[in-house]
């Protein structure tokens, strides 16, 4: 059985004593479940707060984006050494917005995925269509395209490892969410694709999140669905109260 994996992405929001706080707060009441699981993936400046904020605790801490090299000539960028000294255990991989704005690409994906496994650290590997390509009823083949170049030349057990976000674009941020059947037919051909680059029983390992305008009032039905392992939030997640609820959806 998969766990669910609730992840919160606090985007460019807070300042370092909000971080501490919520910290604080999340961390004294974080349900004691196994089978569930809780991230904050935060901005950099506050990582090494949070990480010791969070010792002792089931809150994991991860990072919003990385860079593939180790050391270099890449300035204004964080390297997958510097995130795993610093406790980081997750980092968001291919987010749109990181798509859309920072000129990532399905390659470079792919090289910070591998960069990840090579540093032990878990990726969340973001995956998504616009409302013009779902309109055109090109989801599909685009999420195809996406998940298989993402993951290309990893062994079975990193993928098994791999967590995948489904994000359709068209539901970031803008309170319209996919309905559960929609995000969950999404994710069933994730699943599906994984199968079909992957060895026997590999696809049934994958966490796959999805994300979109999740929050406390919609994610019982979200994680009810057959393919949906938890969820990756943005809004919902930089207040403790509503983080709390989403993770403890996970423990039904």
């Given at each position: 059985m998969r766990n669910k994996v609730i992840a919160g992405n606090w985007k460019m929001n807070k300042v370092l004593s909000e971080a501490d706080q919520f910290a604080d707060s999340v961390t004294a009441s974080l349900p004691n479940d196994d089978n569930a699981e809780a991230i904050v993936c935060a901005p950099f400046p506050f990582l090494p707060s949070l990480v010791e904020k969070a010792k002792g605790s089931d809150l994991k801490i991860g990072a919003q984006n990385m860079h593939f090299e180790e050391s270099g000539a890449f300035t204004g960028e964080v390297s997958p050494v510097m995130l795993k000294d610093l406790g980081v255990t997750h980092v968001v991989i291919g987010h749109s917005e990181r798509r859309e704005h920072f000129a990532e690409t399905d390659e470079t994906v792919n090289q910070k995925v591998h960069a990840a496994f090579n540093h032990d650290?878990?990726?969340?590997?973001?995956?998504?269509?616009?409302?013009?390509?779902?309109?055109?009823?090109?989801?599909?083949?685009?999420?195809?395209?996406q998940v298989q170049k993402g993951l290309q030349g990893l062994s079975d057990e990193q993928v098994s490892s791999t967590i995948i976000a489904?994000?359709?674009?068209?539901?970031?941020?803008?309170?319209?969410?996919?309905?559960?059947?929609e995000a969950n037919e999404v994710c069933t051909q994730i699943r599906n694709i994984v199968q079909d680059i992957t060895s026997e029983n590999v696809a049934e390992k994958v966490v796959i999140q999805y994300g979109g305008s999740v929050k406390p009032a919609n994610i019982d039905e979200l994680l009810s669905q057959s393919d949906i392992d938890g969820a990756l939030v943005g809004g919902a997640s930089l207040e403790p109260a509503s983080f709390l609820q989403l993770v403890e959806a996970g423990t039904k």
């Open positions: 650290l878990t990726p969340i590997v973001c995956v998504g269509e616009t409302l013009e390509q779902r309109e055109a009823n090109e989801t599909m083949n685009h999420i195809e395209n489904y994000e359709p674009i068209w539901a970031i941020g803008t309170g319209r969410t996919a309905s559960s059947e």
